[in-house]
């Protein structure tokens, strides 16, 4: 039977490099690291690890493991965290993602609710890409996700919370920065300023554009709401934004942002999780969760 203190020791070594720091991680002597590899490879029949000029990495099969022991150790911790939430909630810790721009709109007042609330309870946030945070919820080093739809949610619980709504932002000198509205059509010779293949606005904004009878250019990939309001001010393109994340962004009167006439494909925003990880701390943030969008997002 696989023991959790070799598995432990398995993704240290991974994870550090080498035997001696992984020992530092877990507070044990290198000997003792080296004999939980040994017990495990003797278990499975198969080296796990390969020694380099570089450090310790993985083989195949340790690569295969140590994806497993993430898993289950992640698993542990939270069923450790659920038992102390079954004890009146009166601690725990919900690791929660969040996109960027949801979290500069929703992370504060969320975290007053909590206060207020279910003061024993601890937020830990991570912000990244939306594929990041459903591949993390998935693996289980994440409990919650707050994200977008349309994305691949396969195998996870999706929530619906609230509709969003889509803007144009455009530089103050293009010839319809001084319209309130504007339809995608008129458009369609511009070029685009967006986010990489397989990010959710990208996705947006080449559906909605489809749906208006063209493909659009596109001038350049950006990382972040920043980057793209940047590039739109300097004039390299236009872009497409949710309505809030150019209300928590846009302070630069180099941009406009403007309507969109067109009947759009509808965006939803709410949160995933993994129904079979059942907790009330869980649960808990998730009830907050929908309150805050509902008072916050248009």
């Not at 195949?60 to 659920?82: F, M, Q, S, T």
């Not at 932002?169 to 319809?176: D, S």
């Not at 403007?258 to 943030?285: K, W």
Request: hydrophobic residues 45%; negative net charge.
């Amino acid at each position: 039977m696989l023991e959790l203190r070799d598995l432990r020791a398995l993704t240290a070594v991974i994870e550090a490099g080498g035997m001696a720091r992984a020992g530092e991680h877990l507070h044990l002597v290198q000997s003792a690291v080296s004999q939980a590899i040994k017990r495990l490879e003797a278990q499975v029949g198969q080296p796990l690890l390969e020694r380099r000029r570089s450090g310790v990495v993985p083989t195949p099969a340790g690569a295969a493991l140590n994806g497993h022991a993430r898993l289950i150790l992640n698993c542990v911790a939270r069923a450790e965290e659920d038992m102390r939430a079954y004890r009146g909630l009166s601690k725990g810790t919900v690791r929660l993602g969040m996109v960027s721009t949801v979290s500069r709109l929703l992370l504060g007042p969320l975290l007053h609710h909590l206060a207020d609330r279910h003061p024993g309870l601890l937020l830990q946030v991570e912000e990244n890409v939306t594929d990041v945070l459903i591949d993390r919820l998935r693996s289980g080093s994440l409990d919650l996700s707050v994200v977008y739809l349309p994305t691949d949610t396969h195998g996870l619980t999706f929530e619906e919370v609230q509709p969003v709504r889509l803007c144009l932002v455009v530089p103050c000198t293009h010839p319809l920065a001084s319209r309130k509205k504007v339809a995608l059509s008129e458009l369609a010779s511009d070029q685009w300023v967006t986010f990489e293949a397989g990010n959710p606005s990208r996705r947006w904004l080449e559906t909605n554009c489809a749906g208006a009878g063209y493909r659009p250019t596109i001038a350049v990939e950006v990382q972040s709401v920043y980057q793209l309001l940047a590039y739109v001010g300097a004039e390299v393109g236009v872009g497409m934004l949710t309505a809030q994340a150019a209300r928590v962004e846009l302070h630069d009167d180099t941009v406009r942002e403007l309507e969109i006439a067109d009947t759009l494909a509808p965006v939803m925003l709410g949160y995933a999780y993994d129904e079979r990880q059942p907790s009330p701390a869980i649960q808990a943030v998730r009830t907050l969760l929908t309150e805050v969008v509902r008072a916050t997002v248009d």
